[in-house]
């Protein structure tokens, strides 16, 4: 079973904060002495640091699940909780740390790196801390934050100068043995090594690593055999080292053949953007095993051809040690010249913080269409936290939440987006807390969206024109009139008479009564 974990996808669940106390102070003769609760503590947060020590993810593959401890509740008597303990998980430099959706969140490829990558919760306040001269005794306290939870995705890319690159069984781990003080496993069957191998060379006065990548075989870019799985760990080297086997005995195999394989792969492999592509590294090539005769003359057979492509070759052998001095000596002057042009580069661009404009609120009103109406969706980092520190029971920290969202500017911004009383306003993303907006209004004012120079509170109780007063006048006397007609008619046909006769209706004396007709 390998002992060696390049990726792994961690579990986190930082600490949540601690809910504030509500606590009133009672003294002899001092029966309500003040508010005394004290602020909740707060969650831990989770931190990666890159640790030199470190060469492998395994304890993270065994056991993915972290979380951190939680803030301790306040009390009275102005006792504050207590905070979270920081939980600290090293990992190997050149760790490289990805969201669930796989965007980079940061590259450790330095010793001594952190990342806070689960913050813990904020703590909440206690009534002592909300007291204020207008609220001298809140009733009330702040619940804590809950702290980040998620999963994080790690990716090792081993850290070296120069990468031995070629075949399975090519005498890679046993070059590195042969260079440094590692001790690789060392067989003879194909993909011995099942992780890579860093050692330490010294060459004069120069110091480098070298990483010995697990054996390439034709369409390993494409998944085939161990090296998609390595490939990763050859982004970071400055230099590539083909090793070849010359005293291969596998039919259809020649140096010639397995360099042509060996460079197709590496071409097909992407490296991340910003980086060299690898077949723009500089390159030397090591023919191995010459301590075998035919290996050896195989070696100055291909070695003139391989010298026409531009290639530096050197015929080493690993059993004897034959080679390696002038080997270990041209890898340190490319590693030297790798660090040369490092250095020459600019630096990486200085982080500029700028404060946020005073006027600048924090959150955004989006509209989404309902089933019943518009939808108003408040995103914003302290509306959504002022929300989660609500203790919804409480009727006066609810009436303290409308406050602080009224003073940030979120019912300016709900009625101009178009929000009307009793709109349906959800603050933060999801189904979070749904509210009915009844917005606090200072005066009729704010209401008023009729143009400059006009106010809709008087246009709403017109006065009459003087065309339209005449219209209304010639319309009742038309009325009159008609109706005076129509009790002539029937006093004509003798429907009713004056001094007796079928009674007459109210509604008709009076009309009788304004043409004059009725008698006294």
Same mark, same amino acid.
């Given at each position: 079973?390998?002992?060696?974990?390049?990726?792994?996808?961690?579990?986190?669940?930082? /600490?949540?904060? +601690? =809910?504030?106390?509500?606590?009133?102070?009672?003294? &002899?003769?001092?029966?309500? $002495?003040?508010?005394?609760?004290?602020?909740?503590?707060?969650?831990?947060?989770?931190?990666?640091?890159?640790?030199?020590?470190?060469?492998?993810?395994?304890?993270?593959?065994?056991?993915?699940?972290r979380s951190s401890q939680n803030g301790g509740p306040g009390m009275g008597d102005h006792r504050a909780g207590g905070n979270g303990e920081l939980m600290e998980l090293p990992v190997p430099v050149g760790t490289v740390v990805k969201d669930a959706d796989g965007n980079e969140l940061i590259d450790m490829s330095e010793p001594g790196v952190s990342f806070t990558v689960a913050p813990g919760?904020? /703590?909440?306040? +206690? =009534?002592?801390?909300?007291?204020?001269?207008?609220? &001298?005794?809140?009733?009330? $306290?702040?619940?804590?934050t809950p702290g980040w939870e998620g999963d994080v995705y790690l990716e090792l890319k081993t850290v070296a100068d120069v990468a031995l690159v070629g075949y399975p069984s090519a005498g890679k781990s046993s070059l590195i043995a042969a260079l440094s003080a590692a001790r690789p496993k060392i067989a003879d069957y194909p993909f011995t090594t099942l992780h890579p191998n860093l050692g330490v060379v010294e060459a004069g006065g120069n110091r480098y690593t070298i990483a010995d990548v697990p054996g390439l075989i034709?369409?390993?870019?494409?998944?085939?055999?161990?090296?998609?799985?390595?490939?990763?760990?050859?982004?970071?080297?400055?230099?590539?080292?083909?090793v070849i086997d010359c005293a291969t005995m596998d039919p259809g195999r020649d140096p010639i053949t397995d360099l042509d394989v060996i460079l197709g792969e590496l071409a097909a492999y992407p490296v991340p953007e910003g980086q060299k592509p690898l077949l723009e590294r500089p390159q030397l090539i090591a023919l191995n095993k010459i301590d075998v005769p035919e290996a050896r003359e195989l070696a100055e057979f291909v070695r003139p051809e391989l010298e026409e492509r531009g290639y530096r070759v050197f015929e080493i052998s690993s059993a004897t040690h034959e080679g390696?001095?002038?080997?270990?000596?041209?890898?340190?002057?490319?590693?030297?010249?790798?660090?040369?042009?490092?250095?020459?580069?600019?630096?990486?661009?200085?982080?500029?913080?700028?404060?946020?404009?005073?006027?600048?609120?924090?959150?955004?009103?989006?509209?989404?269409?309902?089933?019943?109406?518009?939808?108003?969706?408040?995103?914003?980092?302290?509306?959504?936290?002022?929300?989660?520190?609500?203790?919804?029971?409480?009727?006066?920290?609810v009436g303290f939440l409308a406050d602080r969202l009224a003073k940030l500017g979120v019912e300016n911004q709900l009625f101009k987006a178009g929000a009307v009383a009793g709109s349906t306003v959800i603050i933060g993303p999801g189904s979070s807390i749904v509210f009915d907006w009844e917005p606090t209004l200072t005066s009729t004012a704010e209401l008023i969206t009729a143009p400059r120079g006009t106010d809709a509170r008087l246009d709403s109780a017109g006065r009459a024109t003087r065309n339209e007063r005449r219209e209304d006048y010639f319309a009742r006397m038309d009325a009159k009139a008609a109706a005076r007609a129509e009790l002539l008619n029937e006093r004509a046909s003798g429907i009713w008479q004056e001094d007796g006769g079928v009674d007459m209706t109210r509604a008709e004396r009076d009309a009788l009564a304004e043409s004059g007709e009725e008698s006294e």
């Open positions: 079973m390998a002992t060696f974990v390049d990726h792994v996808t961690l579990h986190l669940r930082a /600490g949540h904060g +601690g =809910n504030g106390c509500v606590s009133v102070r009672r003294e &002899k003769f001092k029966p309500l $002495a003040g508010p005394d609760g004290g602020n909740g503590g707060h969650g831990g947060d989770i931190v990666l640091i890159a640790d030199p020590q470190v060469t492998t993810l395994l304890n993270y593959h065994r056991a993915p699940h919760g904020l /703590g909440g306040l +206690g =009534n002592a801390s909300l007291a204020t001269t207008k609220r &001298k005794a809140p009733g009330f $306290a702040l619940l804590g034709e369409g390993a870019s494409e998944g085939k055999g161990l090296g998609l799985e390595f490939l990763r760990h050859v982004e970071r080297c400055t230099a590539l080292l083909h390696l001095r002038q080997l270990s000596y041209a890898l340190a002057e490319l590693v030297e010249q790798g660090r040369a042009e490092a250095a020459a580069k600019p630096t990486k661009e200085r982080i500029v913080i700028r404060p946020k404009a005073v006027d600048e609120g924090g959150f955004v009103v989006k509209v989404e269409g309902g089933s019943f109406g518009n939808v108003y969706r408040v995103i914003g980092a302290k509306p959504e936290r002022w929300v989660a520190q609500t203790d919804f029971a409480n009727d006066e920290a």
